[in-house]
């Protein structure tokens, strides 16, 4: 039997105040036999969009703005349940609301509202829960839960926060990570102030030139890696760096140029990250985005999350496309299979408020902008199923972890039906299905829960026996 050199699962590459996290390496199997392999982590990510997927739309199934799943339910990768139950979040739930809707979303428990429509969960987040079951000492990563995604509205907290701890209160290391630029400095570390501080210095080093000593100790021909490990560690480190060109710029610091990698991520677009964009009420202050753009600074988040999580920087997290009952006021081209000149110009909130099967209007932008919401989710479900960076079980994240998508409402705002798909879990679910079967929301978390541990999800209330997924 072959033997090697041992190191740790959560090793990284340190210099100065920066530490890379090292990606899955064949050298972290805890026994040293090659044939050895390990269980896939414990974890839960979730996909949160918000204004939700309107019936008619549910109803088209595969055909309508579902469609980008086809490929992934086509391989088995993920369920998808266009009928799913949330009426019990609310006393009416046809009228139900975001504030209703949100801390229901992946947890089972109804909320109390505070003045301003803010809101009081009154239970934790399935993330939190299953963290806390299944990693009793706390999880062993660096970070415990990441919360971030791309949305202008902060008004009233579920906005912003979505993860809940066993207390209702923000559960996420970081509360309000919404800037790509903000996100690579919390995860992957802050060069000195003189060099962060001025844009054209920052983009033109790297932190890969603090790393340079343990890079070459790790790459070079006296690495204590084998070749395949090497070659991997370097190839993680390039896409580091192609990461962070595409949220500071092109310069290409002080790393090797056989080291620096073809950019073809696009830079973070210049948009005001933390403004409270009003509301479809107050359309003077709304703030307004291109679809173009926003698409690309959630992208680039994406990319930067997952990869996090493939370096094991954390095992539970959410994305969320917008915030709860969106509020981005969407200006430009949104061509869609329906309409590919489509272009938008106002709040599909508002527009969703004034729902209208019949109004061809109405409809065209809702269809528009759910094409959007799917197409991005999807594209984000495919990168966690990239396998340039596997588990220790030589499986995708998308396949390890249990990743969960859905939104806070249905119907102009209803919580009667709505959609939400599940994937990983590492065998946990049967994936694969396209199900229009009526399924109340928390026989469905409680289906999730169970299978990590969980006695219990939920307050309880609509329970009557686990869903079948």
């Given at each position: 039997?072959?033997?090697?050199?041992?190191?740790?699962?959560?090793?990284?590459?340190?210099?100065?105040?920066?530490a890379?996290?090292?990606?899955?390496?064949?050298?972290?199997?805890?026994?040293?036999?090659?044939?050895?392999?390990?269980?896939?982590?414990?974890?839960?990510?979730?996909?949160?969009?918000?204004?939700?997927?309107?019936?008619?739309?549910?109803?088209?199934?595969?055909?309508?703005?579902?469609?980008?799943?086809?490929?992934?339910?086509?391989?088995?990768?993920?369920?998808?349940?266009?009928n799913?139950?949330?009426?019990?979040?609310?006393?009416?739930?046809?009228?139900?609301?975001?504030?209703?809707?949100?801390?229901?979303?992946?947890?089972?428990?109804?909320?109390?509202?505070?003045?301003?429509?803010?809101?009081?969960?009154?239970?934790?987040?399935l993330?939190?829960?299953?963290?806390?079951?299944?990693?009793?000492?706390?999880?062993?990563?660096?970070?415990?839960?990441?919360?971030?995604?791309?949305?202008?509205?902060?008004?009233?907290?579920?906005?912003?926060?979505?993860?809940?701890?066993?207390?209702?209160?923000?559960?996420a290391?970081?509360?309000?990570?919404?800037?790509?630029?903000?996100?690579?400095?919390?995860?992957?570390?802050?060069?000195?102030?003189?060099?962060?501080?001025?844009?054209?210095?920052?983009?033109a080093?790297?932190?890969?030139?603090?790393?340079?000593?343990?890079?070459?100790?790790?790459?070079?021909?006296?690495?204590?890696?084998?070749?395949?490990?090497?070659?991997?560690?370097?190839?993680?480190?390039?896409?580091?760096?192609?990461?962070?060109?595409?949220?500071?710029?092109?310069?290409?610091?002080?790393?090797?140029?056989?080291?620096?990698?073809?950019?073809?991520?696009?830079?973070?677009?210049?948009?005001?990250?933390?403004?409270?964009?009003?509301?479809?009420?107050?359309?003077?202050?709304?703030?307004?985005?291109?679809?173009?753009?926003?698409?690309?600074?959630?992208?680039?988040?994406?990319?930067?999350?997952?990869?996090?999580?493939?370096?094991?920087?954390?095992?539970?997290?959410?994305?969320?496309?917008?915030?709860?009952?969106?509020?981005?006021?969407?200006?430009?081209?949104?061509?869609?299979?329906?309409?590919?000149?489509?272009?938008?110009?106002?709040?599909?909130h508002?527009?969703?408020?004034?729902?209208?099967?019949?109004?061809?209007?109405?409809?065209?932008?809702?269809?528009?902008?759910?094409?959007?919401?799917?197409k991005?989710?999807?594209?984000?479900?495919?990168?966690?199923?990239?396998?340039?960076?596997?588990?220790?079980?030589?499986?995708?994240l998308?396949?390890?972890?249990?990743?969960?998508?859905?939104?806070?409402?249905?119907?102009?705002?209803?919580?009667?039906?709505?959609?939400?798909?599940?994937?990983?879990?590492?065998?946990r679910?049967?994936?694969?299905?396209?199900?229009?079967?009526?399924?109340?929301?928390?026989?469905?978390?409680?289906?999730?829960?169970?299978?990590?541990?969980?006695a219990?999800?939920?307050?309880?209330?609509?329970?009557?026996?686990?869903?079948?997924?």
């Open positions: 039997m072959k033997y090697h050199h041992v190191i740790s699962r959560r090793a990284v590459l340190r210099g100065g105040t920066i890379i996290g090292l990606p899955f390496l064949e050298s972290m199997i805890q026994s040293s036999a090659h044939a050895q392999t390990m269980n896939a982590p414990i974890g839960m990510l979730s996909l949160m969009y918000g204004l939700g997927t309107p019936d008619i739309f549910l109803d088209r199934g595969l055909a309508g703005t579902l469609q980008y799943y086809q490929s992934l339910i086509s391989a088995n990768k993920i369920s998808i349940y266009t799913i139950d949330s009426s019990a979040a609310a006393d009416q739930p046809v009228v139900a609301q975001h504030h209703y809707g949100q801390p229901y979303l992946f947890s089972g428990y109804r909320t109390q509202l505070a003045p301003g429509f803010n809101v009081i969960p009154q239970g934790p987040t993330h939190f829960s299953i963290m806390k079951q299944n990693y009793p000492q706390g999880a062993p990563t660096p970070f415990r839960i990441i919360d971030t995604g791309i949305y202008f509205r902060r008004g009233i907290n579920y906005q912003y926060k979505r993860i809940w701890n066993d207390q209702g209160a923000n559960a290391d970081f509360e309000d990570l919404a800037s790509p630029v903000d996100f690579f400095n919390k995860i992957f570390g802050t060069m000195p102030a003189s060099i962060q501080q001025d844009p054209k210095t920052r983009a080093r790297s932190i890969l030139d603090y790393l340079v000593p343990a890079y070459q100790k790790y790459t070079g021909a006296a690495s204590p890696l084998p070749a395949s490990d090497a070659a991997v560690l370097s190839n993680h480190l390039d896409r580091v760096r192609q990461l962070e060109m595409s949220v500071y710029g092109t310069g290409t610091g002080g790393m090797p140029a056989t080291q620096l990698p073809t950019v073809t991520s696009p830079m973070p677009p210049p948009l005001n990250y933390y403004v409270d964009g009003a509301s479809c009420g107050d359309p003077a202050d709304v703030y307004k985005v291109s679809p173009a753009d926003f698409q690309t600074a959630y992208q680039i988040l994406a990319d930067l999350w997952i990869a996090g999580l493939e370096c094991d920087y954390y095992r539970f997290g959410n994305l969320s496309f917008d915030s709860g009952g969106g509020q981005t006021n969407f200006v430009g081209p949104l061509g869609n299979p329906d309409n590919p000149s489509y272009v938008i110009n106002g709040n599909p508002a527009n969703y408020h004034a729902w209208d099967p019949s109004n061809a209007a109405c409809v065209a932008m809702a269809t528009a902008h759910n094409h959007f919401v799917h991005n989710l999807a594209m984000v479900l495919a990168k966690l199923d990239s396998m340039n960076f596997p588990g220790p079980n030589g499986k995708s998308l396949n390890n972890l249990l990743v969960a998508v859905g939104s806070e409402v249905g119907t102009n705002h209803s919580v009667v039906r709505m959609f939400h798909a599940i994937a990983g879990g590492d065998g679910f049967k994936l694969g299905v396209n199900s229009n079967a009526h399924i109340r929301a928390i026989e469905f978390y409680s289906t999730m829960g169970k299978a990590y541990g969980l219990k999800v939920g307050d309880g209330t609509g329970y009557i026996s686990d869903a079948a997924i």
